[in-house]
């Protein structure tokens, strides 16, 4: 079977997923964006890391910038503060809650 079969099959299948996705509320797209928008600067990031540890082709090593890489790491930061206002997440508590918790294990473990 080769890629224009695939294609066929999956055409035969027809659209099988809904349509439009059933968010209700402005603020429910509002979360799907911002989920979405720190995915795609999760992956800047990682092309940047990738750059850094010089895995990338030389093309792309060629235009990586050091600047860049601060800034994918700020984009990130503040995608995920957007994501938490709009999922009424407490960054500052959950980051505690969450080292408590990382705290906790691994003082049981090296006890
Ligand atoms: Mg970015």
């Known amino acids: 079977m ?4 695939l294609q066929n099959e999956v055409a035969k299948l027809g659209d099988t997923k809904k349509r439009s996705l059933p968010l ?7 979360i799907l964006y911002w ?6 600067e999760v992956g800047e990031l990682c092309n940047d ?3 850094i540890l010089q895995l990338q082709r030389a093309s792309k090593l060629e ?9 994918e790491f700020a984009d990130v930061i503040i995608t995920l503060l ?4 709009h999922t009424n997440v407490d960054v500052e508590r959950a980051v505690k809650e969450k080292l408590k918790t990382i705290k906790d294990r691994y003082l049981k473990r090296s006890s």
């Open 24 to 30: 209700k509320t402005r603020e429910e797209s509002e």
């Open 63 to 71: 235009r990586f910038e050091k600047k860049n890489f601060y800034q």
């Open 2 to 5: 080769n890629i224009k079969d």
């Open 35 to 40: 989920t979405v928008k720190l995915n795609e």
């Open 49 to 51: 890391i990738l750059s």
């Open 82 to 85: 957007h994501l938490a206002k």
